[in-house]
Nanobody
Framework: HVQLVESGGGLVQAGGSLRLSCAAS????????MGWFRQPPGKEREFVAA????????NYADSVKGRFTISRDNGAKKVYLQMNSLKPEDTAVYYC????????????????WGQGTQVTVSS
């Protein structure tokens, strides 16, 4: 059983930065691959980034490569998404998700989800 809670969303100007955090409960965090997804208004949920349980491998959507960085702190049971050079098209509800051991890029592959945090990027 894992519970996830996101925080750090808000309103930012284009070109600015935000850092999202996801706090996890449970004692199996170190065995979970963690991912970030987002859902823009009127669109389907899409993959943003994922990190392997060990933290040594990461994966990013092409749209965020070079701008976003996913990281994790297994001791603190947290995963982060550092978002730089934000664009209006990054506006979405961002969700933290967890999956046993191996990462995935499809929402249905993940077992646990946070409630989401709104990120709005203005022009």
């Amino acid at each position: 059983h894992v519970q996830l809670v996101e925080s750090g969303g808000g309103l930012v100007q284009a070109g600015g930065s935000l850092r999202l955090s996801c706090a996890a409960s449970g004692r199996t965090f170190s065995s979970l691959a963690m991912g970030w997804f987002r859902q823009p208004p009127g669109k389907e949920r899409e993959f943003v980034a994922a990190i392997f349980w060990s933290g040594v491998r990461t994966n990013y959507a092409d749209s965020v490569k070079g701008r976003f960085t996913i990281s994790r702190d297994n001791g603190a049971k947290k995963v982060y998404l550092q978002m730089n050079s934000l664009k209006p098209e990054d506006t979405a509800v961002y969700y933290c998700a967890a999956k046993a051991w191996t990462w995935g890029i499809l929402p249905q592959e993940y077992d646990y989800w946070g409630q989401g945090t709104q990120v709005t990027v203005s022009s």
